[in-house]
Nanobody, 120 residues
Framework: QVQLVESGGGLVQPGGSLRLSCAAS????????MGWYRQAPGKQRELVAA???????AYAGSVKGRFTISRDNAKNTGYLEMNSLKPEGTAVYYC??????????????WGQGTQVAVAS
């Protein structure tokens, strides 16, 4: 059983910062890629940032230069550092992991999401 749990969301003023965490637990052999997505009310889920096991990163244009994705492979944990937050960043943020279990199965897992609200 593999589980992804996000944390670190909350209410922040425009221009503020938050750091999201995504902890993966269970029978994990290897995590190949991790990503962060967000879904604002009435909108489709969109990719915010992604990182491969080799360290390559990709960002949505709207967050480039303000958000940083990272991971601690020893802890099976991913992070999203968000700076200079804007009201349009209000959304539920989801963690996604492409991983292989100890049983040799490769799956795409999602966390339950964490709410981020940017308002004064």
């Amino acid at each position: 059983q593999v589980q992804l749990v996000e944390s670190g969301g909350g209410l922040v003023q425009p221009g503020g910062s938050l750091r999201l965490s995504c902890a993966a637990s269970g029978s994990i052999f290897s995590i190949y890629a991790m990503g962060w997505y967000r879904q604002a009310p009435g909108k489709q889920r969109e990719l915010v940032a992604a990182m491969t096991s080799g360290g390559s990163t990709a960002y949505a244009g709207s967050v480039k230069g303000r958000f940083t994705i990272s991971r601690d492979n020893a802890k099976n944990t991913g992070y999203l550092e968000m700076n200079s937050l804007k009201p349009e960043g209000t959304a539920v943020y989801y963690c996604d992991a492409d991983l292989e279990t100890e049983a040799g199965k490769r799956y795409d897992y999602w966390g339950q999401g964490t709410q981020v609200a940017v308002a004064s």
